[in-house]
């Protein structure tokens, strides 16, 4: 079980709905609101750009579901449906 040091990042945005970056459909982008994943994993995402704030688009998921690219930044990142099932986005606006 995570500390609640380890739990969550959370970005200091106004309250929306938050819906998991894994529940995004194909095409449609999102805001990261925060990640709630082990310290190590949250780290390494957020090296890679990852922030919460950022607006992330999500490209295509691979045959079965499992990775998902997401465009960040002006590149192309992919993770784990696991991953992203503990990242919590809102809309974007």
């Keep these: 079980m995570l500390s609640l ?8 945005l106004i309250a929306l709905e ?3 970056l894994a529940a995004v459909a194909d095409g449609n982008s999102a805001i990261v609101r925060r990640l709630v994943l082990p310290r190590a994993t949250a780290r390494r995402l957020f090296e890679m750009g990852l922030l919460p704030g950022t607006r992330v688009r999500v490209v295509r998921r ?6 998902i690219e997401l465009r960040l930044r002006n590149y192309s990142l992919s993770i784990r449906r696991e991953e992203a099932a503990l990242i919590e986005v809102e809309p974007a606006v």
């Design 5 to 12: 040091a380890e739990s969550a990042v959370t970005a200091p």
């Design 18 to 20: 938050a819906t998991p």
């Design 62 to 67: 691979a045959p079965l579901g499992d990775p």
